[in-house]
């Protein structure tokens, strides 16, 4: 259990509301009230304390926190406002309000921050993640790159390689993910650095690192019940290493798993002349599809537009079965879609939770 669990944040929202009342310009004050008010699920009111210390002090620190904001969490749009500011309306207890998307808003406010060249790398990072999400990884892999040169993280590292991968520079990618799984942490323990730096050394035709990988990826997976074994047999897959990713997927319990491994799975055992596996498994992989999609459709408390939909998954799910044990039977080896996954993770300026912060409400 953390420290933190202990807490009574609600008792201590309300104390610091009141201290806000009395200082009303004190910007600090308000945002660590905005991170006490979010680990107390009150984004609303959070949104509301980091808009107007950005207002009152337009800082790196308060500008900075509000577009994170905006790019984490969308925003709150108030609805049946009536007379007052927008803060005093936000705090009745009648008001409604909807979320929205806020990227545009995200990405105007840290654009405008990093001309200055701020010397902390959280700003990077961000930035680095909207390229990314904008799918423009030329501009991201610049910022990325000025991310790293102030603080190296397992983030910046791994979205530099996410990038690399994406423009065709395996090497470089490579070098990126291995540094990146270095840096794993209390604040991010992620195990897909690691195994984007296994897929890459399988197609850079490395085979005994890339199998040195994979096999302290098992560990790993099994160690920390990450459940990637799936996925690590597809550096085998890549290296035509049949047997291997047999042994990995014979082992897998299929209902918990997506089909969309069987294609690499079923022709691993068709080189290996096992046709009487991928016969069974898709049979009964049919089968258990076609038993959930029926029970389904005869709950009479379920909706008619799930029981549709769901019919039309099912259909689809096991033509993609039966159409993967066609093309396997035809010779036709499939091709490994990986993609590398995106790292994050909080970015907030003061959240003593990720950040070395000692906020002051810790004396109330």
Not at 149 to 167: Q, R
Not at 206 to 215: D, H, L, R, T
Not at 313 to 339: L, M, Q, R, S
Request: net charge negative.
């Amino acid at each position: 259990m953390s420290k933190y669990d202990e807490i009574d944040f609600e008792k201590i929202a309300l104390q610091m509301q009141k201290q806000v009342k009395k200082d009303p310009n004190n910007v600090q004050l308000r945002n660590e009230l905005a991170i006490v008010f979010m680990e107390i699920n009150q984004y609303e009111d959070a949104f509301f304390q980091l808009q107007a210390a950005a207002e009152i002090k337009p800082s790196v620190q308060t500008l900075y926190n509000l577009g994170y904001f905006y790019f984490a969490e969308g925003k709150p749009i108030i609805e049946d406002i009536g007379s007052g500011s927008f803060e005093e309306d936000a705090e009745e207890e009648e008001m409604s309000y909807t979320w929205e998307i806020a990227d545009k808003e995200a990405f105007d406010i840290v654009e405008d921050l990093l001309k200055n060249k701020p010397r902390h790398y959280f700003p990077y990072n961000v930035m680095g993640e909207m390229y990314i999400k904008k799918e423009k990884y030329e501009e991201a892999i610049g910022i990325l790159e000025e991310a790293i040169t102030l603080t190296p993280s397992l983030e910046n590292l791994n979205n530099l390689g996410l990038c690399y991968y994406k423009k065709g520079r395996l090497p470089e990618a490579a070098e990126c993910f291995r540094k990146a799984h270095l840096l794993r942490s209390s604040n991010n323990y992620s195990l897909f650095p690691f195994l984007s730096y296994g897929i890459c050394l399988a197609h850079l035709g490395k085979k005994s690192e890339a199998k040195e990988a994979a096999k302290e990826l098992l560990l790993l997976s099994e160690k920390e019940e990450e459940a990637l074994e799936a996925d690590i047999a597809e550096i085998y897959y890549i290296l035509e290493d049949y047997e291997e990713v047999v042994k990995i997927y014979s082992k897998l319990d299929w209902e918990f798993y997506s089909e969309e491994f069987f294609p690499t799975y079923f022709y691993s055992l068709w080189k290996l002349s096992k046709t009487k596996e991928i016969e069974e498994l898709a049979s009964k992989t049919i089968q258990r599809k076609e038993k959930e999609m029926k029970e389904v459709i005869q709950d009479t408390d379920e909706e008619e537009e799930f029981k549709v939909e769901c019919e039309e998954v099912t259909k689809e799910d096991i033509a993609f079965i039966k159409n993967t044990v066609k093309e396997v039977y035809w010779g036709k080896a499939p091709t490994v879609k990986y993609e590398p996954t995106l790292e994050t993770r909080c970015y907030l300026y003061g959240c003593f939770r990720h950040t070395d912060a000692n906020p002051s409400y810790f004396s109330i």
